[in-house]
């Protein structure tokens, strides 16, 4: 492994896990090396010096540290995967409105549904179900006719969408409305070396 990527994660994290899920699909070589949230490792100064934010996830690529899960994204397809990201200026484009939806209203919404119920965070319920209501809104009518996101096949924009869509229901928020976005996952789960993120129990601390 002295040639792989270090992908320091937490296993029930979204931001980890969807660098996890480009790394496998894009066969790119890399070692995960989890991370104790519960011990409070992310707060100390060894894992400080790799992310002074203390948050997962973080990547290592020899003398190169990348933190923001969406930020990890771009570098690994920039520079091991470039047929998951458009060259051309109006599909790049398209790619980055999506990780913004994954940083902004994904987080806010089903993602922060999540915390509440599976890491029971002092969040509020309404508000992060109609966030997460109006992010799937957006993404259903945006997914009428289309296969992908963007263009005519997977991009890190599905990658960067599919963890927390998929764990929606863990924070009660369902996907029965949304039969175009299923479909999404779907065929992102069909895709050769997709892996999943590890499901959890609702209102298990962690």
Same mark, same amino acid.
């Given at each position: 492994?002295?040639?792989?990527?270090?992908?320091?994660?937490?296993?029930?994290?979204?931001?980890?896990?969807?660098?996890?899920?480009?790394?496998?699909?894009?066969?790119?070589?890399?070692?995960?090396?989890?991370?104790?949230?519960? *011990?409070?490792?992310?707060? $100390?100064? @060894? +894992?400080?010096? /790799?992310?002074?934010?203390?948050?997962?996830?973080?990547?290592?690529? %020899?003398?190169?540290?990348?933190?923001?899960?969406?930020?990890?994204?771009?570098?690994?397809?920039?520079?091991?995967?470039?047929?998951?990201?458009?060259?051309?200026?109006?599909?790049?484009?398209?790619?980055?409105?999506?990780?913004?939806?994954?940083?902004?209203?994904?987080?806010?919404?089903?993602?922060?549904?999540?915390?509440?119920?599976?890491?029971?965070?002092?969040?509020?319920?309404?508000? *992060?179900?109609?966030?997460? $209501?109006? @992010? +799937?809104?957006? /993404?259903?009518?945006?997914?009428?006719?289309?296969?992908?996101?963007? %263009?005519?096949?997977?991009?890190?924009?599905?990658?960067?969408?599919?963890?927390?869509?998929?764990?929606?229901?863990?924070?009660?928020?369902?996907?029965?409305?949304?039969?175009?976005?299923?479909?999404?996952?779907?065929?992102?789960?069909?895709?050769?070396?997709?892996?999943?993120?590890?499901?959890?129990?609702?209102?298990?601390?962690?």
């Amino acid at each position: 492994m002295s040639n792989a990527i270090r992908i320091h994660r937490h296993p029930l994290s979204g931001h980890s896990h969807r660098v996890e899920l480009l790394a496998s699909l894009a066969g790119i070589n890399h070692h995960l090396i989890d991370v104790d949230l519960l *011990t409070g490792e992310h707060k $100390k100064e @060894a +894992f400080l010096k /790799l992310n002074p934010s203390g948050q997962v996830p973080v990547m290592e690529d %020899g003398e190169t540290v990348v933190s923001d899960s969406n930020a990890i994204l771009v570098y690994l397809a920039r520079k091991y995967a470039s047929d998951w990201l458009p060259v051309d200026p109006r599909g790049e484009a398209e790619v980055q409105k999506f990780l913004s939806l994954a940083a902004g209203d994904i987080a806010h919404g089903p993602a922060a549904a999540r915390l509440i119920t599976v890491f029971g965070a002092a969040l509020d319920v309404t508000r *992060t179900h109609a966030v997460a $209501k109006s @992010a +799937f809104d957006r /993404l259903e009518s945006h997914l009428v006719g289309r296969h992908w996101l963007v %263009g005519e096949r997977p991009t890190i924009a599905d990658v960067a969408i599919y963890s927390y869509t998929a764990h929606a229901p863990e924070g009660n928020v369902s996907l029965d409305d949304y039969p175009n976005i299923r479909g999404l996952l779907s065929r992102i789960e069909n895709l050769p070396g997709f892996v999943g993120m590890q499901e959890t129990k609702v209102g298990l601390a962690a």
